[in-house]
């Protein structure tokens, strides 16, 4: 019944910027986020950026903070990450998430590990050149 889908992947030039889409179906909102993630070839998964399901709260990884803005457009099934002044080392597939996190402040969530319930799309490639 949940379906996430990304999209907006592409080939760019290092300091160049890439815009990212999650389309969303049935999500359950209340007390549930939405993130980004990462994997970059032979590397484990990478916490990106989140948001509040109310899109009132984000929270980024240090290795984007200041380059990357994650949103929630107004329908609240569309989840956006723009990426700015990219570097080489962003070159990954990302991956939209949908995960349940109760009341706890998205800076506090233990986003390296595994929730009971959470969902996943199927990824966006996003290369960043040289």
């Known amino acids: 019944q949940v379906t996430l889908a990304e999209s907006g992947g592409g080939l760019v030039q290092a300091g160049g910027s890439l815009r990212l889409s999650c389309k969303a179906s049935g999500l359950s909102f209340n007390n549930w986020a939405m993130a980004w993630f990462r994997r970059a070839p032979g590397s484990e998964r990478e916490f990106v950026a989140a948001i509040s399901w109310s899109g009132a709260r984000v929270y980024y990884a240090d290795s984007v903070k200041g380059r990357f803005t994650i949103y929630r457009d107004r329908t609240n099934n569309i989840i956006e990450l723009q990426m700015d002044n990219l570097k080489a080392e962003d070159t990954a597939v990302y991956y939209c998430?949908?995960?349940?996190?109760?009341?706890?402040?998205?800076?506090?969530?233990?986003?390296?590990?595994?929730?009971?319930?959470?969902?996943w799309g199927q990824g966006t490639q996003v290369t960043v050149s040289s």
């Open positions: 998430n949908h995960r349940e996190v109760g009341a706890t402040p998205l800076y506090l969530v233990e986003w390296g590990g595994s929730p009971d319930v959470d969902y």
